[in-house]
């Protein structure tokens, strides 16, 4: 399977943990997405990378949240001290550059912060 | 904060009839992108209509785009239980990031 993969698909952490997903793109695609979901919502926006560098970061994207692309190929999300209201799915896409921007979504990972 | 706003929030059909949502926006776009999202699971592309189209076929979908009124419609014909999902309507502003609506849920009886 050559498509998005995202690990771990669940997450269930008591607040005040730190917690760090990690996403594997396309492998030719040199863009990569991050977007968070909650309950009866559609995705938000987070953060973009043009291979390793960083190129935008939502306001929703807090002190606490870190995102990393060490060498343009895999990205981790972390989150440190969690609260209760980080709750939610963490969907990672990526692109290729030249393309519409249609983005191919990962199956998310769903954290519960208890 | 979300531009697209889709309609209905939710809807019921029998199998085989067809399933209609609609797609608004507030600002100027590059394409508009139809996904859809099956139960916790994350979405699949289906279709990207650009600015300068209006409208566009793929299989037993047909998607319009109305850029003076800023909407979009999808439409699936003949409806099968398999097309039971959320589906949401993302466009694209600047070239990389999506904004989404808060999606319509089908659900297709048999």
């Known amino acids: 399977d050559t498509g998005v993969s995202q690990d771990p698909r669940h997450k269930i952490t008591k607040r005040g943990q730190n917690v760090t997903f990690r996403c594997d793109p396309i492998s030719e695609h040199n863009r990569l997405y991050w977007y968070r979901q909650t309950l009866g919502q559609g995705p938000e926006f987070l953060t973009y990378?043009?291979?390793?560098?960083?190129?935008?970061k939502s306001r929703l994207l807090s002190d606490r949240f870190s995102a990393e692309r060490p060498k343009g190929s895999f990205s981790t999300l972390e989150i440190q001290r969690t609260e209760q209201g980080d709750s939610a799915m963490y969907l990672c896409?990526?692109?290729?550059?030249?393309?519409?921007?249609?983005?191919?979504f990962g199956p998310g990972t769903r954290l519960t912060v208890l | 904060s979300q531009q697209g706003e889709e309609d209905p929030q939710a809807l019921s059909i029998q199998e085989g009839e067809n399933a209609t949502m609609n797609c608004s926006y507030k600002t100027s776009i590059n394409n508009l992108q139809w996904y859809r999202q099956n139960s916790g699971r994350g979405l699949v592309h289906l279709i990207l209509i650009r600015s300068n189209e209006r409208e566009k076929h793929s299989g037993r979908l047909r998607v319009t785009l109305d850029t003076s009124k800023k909407s979009s419609s999808l439409l699936i014909t003949a409806s099968r239980a398999a097309d039971t999902a959320s589906y949401f309507c993302?466009?694209?502003?600047?070239?990389?990031?999506?904004?989404f609506g808060a999606g319509t849920t089908v659900t297709v009886r048999a």
């Open positions: 993302a466009t694209d502003s600047n070239d990389y990031k999506l904004s």
């Open positions: 990378f043009q291979n390793e560098a960083q190129l935008e």
């Open positions: 896409a990526s692109s290729p550059s030249g393309s519409f921007n249609e983005q191919f």
